[in-house]
């Protein structure tokens, strides 16, 4: 989705000093291509409610060299064993390492890597108990340490404030000096009765959330921020699913051709339409 929302941003990041702003950070794509290619970007904010993906990008920021050498430590474990049923018990003896969270910040943001990398399909779920539970992945040779990766993002965050908690958090922290961007990554709306996953936290995310998420959107444009928000669309499993075109009615609302690429299925992931909502003026 990077290119259809680089195409939505406004002009004026290019040309003069602006606040980004990230409620739902996830992956930050769009804040690291922020932070590489807009020399403009003069305060960037990200926060996720998840704690543990949040700590990794703390540790990535102020200690990246212990995270390293953790991680070659673990590398270096991983790749002794020779098959996936010998990697299986290392794989589920880290797993409850991590869901016990009592090791240091750099401890736990290597477990989340080493997770993240060895997990089916680089899935993060966890249950209301908030314990991860996504089984090991069948890869024969995973990575799990770029470190010219992690040394080069700990440079672009350090003037980055990193939050942690509910989305409309991020509205103590608006700069007074700049105009701001906010891009709304939420966890999905399920397209379907069974594909309803939306668990990257122990909070969930229905359809209340969804709506305090697009009454805060209100909110955001009342103020004179622009904003730009992702989700599934209803209307690839039915037409007459309105939910979406009814909560943004107000702002403008693009059907995006995306590409799933979590199934369990491999033949199943093909390109379906998403919606990007943005309140820039028609």
Not at 141 to 166: A, H, M, R, W, Y
Request: hydrophobic share 35%; net charge negative.
């Amino acid at each position: 989705m990077l290119d259809e929302i680089q195409k939505r941003l406004p002009n004026y990041i290019y040309s003069q000093d602006f606040c980004l702003i990230e409620p739902f950070v996830g992956g930050g794509a769009l804040s690291l291509w922020a932070l590489s290619e807009l020399p403009h970007l003069k305060k960037l904010i990200i926060n996720d409610y998840n704690a543990d993906l949040i700590n990794v990008y703390q540790v990535i920021k102020n200690n990246p060299n212990d995270l390293i050498e953790h991680l070659k430590k673990i590398q270096n474990d991983y790749d002794k064993l020779t098959d996936l049923e010998s990697k299986k018990p290392y794989f589920y003896q880290k797993r409850d390492m991590f869901n016990q969270r009592n090791g240091s910040d750099i401890e736990q943001a290597g477990l989340f890597i080493f997770l993240n990398k060895s997990a089916f399909n680089g899935l993060y779920r966890v249950n209301k108990n908030n314990q991860f539970n996504v089984p090991i992945g069948s890869y024969k040779n995973p990575k799990f340490i770029d470190e010219d990766n992690i040394l080069n993002i700990s440079k672009k965050l350090q003037n980055t404030q990193i939050l942690t908690g509910d989305f409309e958090l991020v509205l103590h922290y608006i700069p007074n000096d700049l105009p701001c961007v906010f891009y709304f990554d939420p966890p999905y709306r399920p397209i379907s009765d069974t594909a309803s996953f939306t668990a990257y936290s122990d909070n969930g995310f229905d359809d209340n959330e969804q709506k305090r998420l697009a009454r805060f959107c209100q909110k955001i444009d009342k103020m004179g921020h622009y904003f730009l928000l992702s989700n599934s669309d209803p209307k690839n499993h039915n037409t007459n699913d309105d939910f979406f075109d009814e909560l943004y009615a107000n702002f403008n609302i693009n059907r995006i051709q995306a590409n799933r690429s979590i199934s369990a299925n491999g033949k199943s992931r093909k390109f379906i339409s998403e919606i990007l909502v943005d309140n820039v003026l028609k």
